[in-house]
C-alpha cells in the first residue's frame, strides 16, 4: 500500500497509477443490506426469482452499491497521512458500464489523476475502475474528489 504523508509527496504523485485492491466478492446479503438502506428494492436487485427471468439471468448489484465500495477498495491500495482534514468533496463523473451481477467478484484499480493546489491545501481528481473479475468491460468509472487541508 502506498502511503502519503506530505504535500510533497502526493503532488509528486500526480499522473500516477497507485495499485489494484483485492477481489470482493458481491453477495445477495450485500446487495440486500444496501436495498435496505436506501430504500432502493426493485426486484432487479431484490427479487431472486423474478430476476432469473430478467435480462441479467439472476439478480445485480445496484449500481450506487459498487460506487459506495470505493472508499474500501481505496483504503487497500493507498492512505493520506497529510496534516489536516480529509474530506470528501464530491465526484466529477462516474459511469456504470457493466452490471455487477450477484456472485461476481469486484476490484479497483486508482490513478491520481490530478493534484491542484489550493489555498487552503491540496485538490486530488482520483481516477478509479472498478473491474468484474472475468469480464472486459468495468463494472464502474469515477473521478472523485478529496480536499485536503494544511
Keep these: 500500500m ?22 470482493l466478492e458481491i453477495d445477495q446479503e450485500r446487495v440486500n443490506a444496501f436495498a435496505d438502506a436506501t430504500g432502493d428494492h426493485q426486484w432487479i436487485h431484490v427479487d431472486v426469482d423474478r ?27 493507498f492512505s493520506l497521512e497529510t496534516p489536516g ?12 458500464p457493466n452490471p455487477v451481477r450477484v456472485g461476481a467478484k469486484l476490484r479497483a484499480t486508482a490513478t491520481l489523476s490530478e493534484v491542484t493546489d489550493l489555498p487552503a491545501g491540496k485538490q486530488l481528481i482520483t481516477t478509479y475502475v472498478v ?3 472475468g469480464e472486459d468491460k468495468p463494472a464502474c468509472v469515477a473521478e472523485t474528489v478529496v480536499l485536503l487541508l494544511g
Design 2 to 23: 502506498r502511503v502519503f504523508r506530505t504535500f510533497d509527496e502526493v503532488g509528486a504523485a500526480a499522473g500516477e497509477q497507485l495499485g489494484t485492491s483485492e477481489w
Design 51 to 77: 430476476a432469473k427471468a430478467g435480462p441479467f439471468g439472476g439478480t445485480i448489484a445496484h449500481g450506487y452499491l459498487t460506487l459506495s465500495l470505493i472508499p474500501q477498495f481505496s483504503a487497500q491500495i
Design 85 to 96: 482534514a480529509r474530506l470528501n468533496y464530491g465526484v466529477n463523473k462516474v459511469r456504470f
Design 131 to 133: 473491474e468484474i473479475e
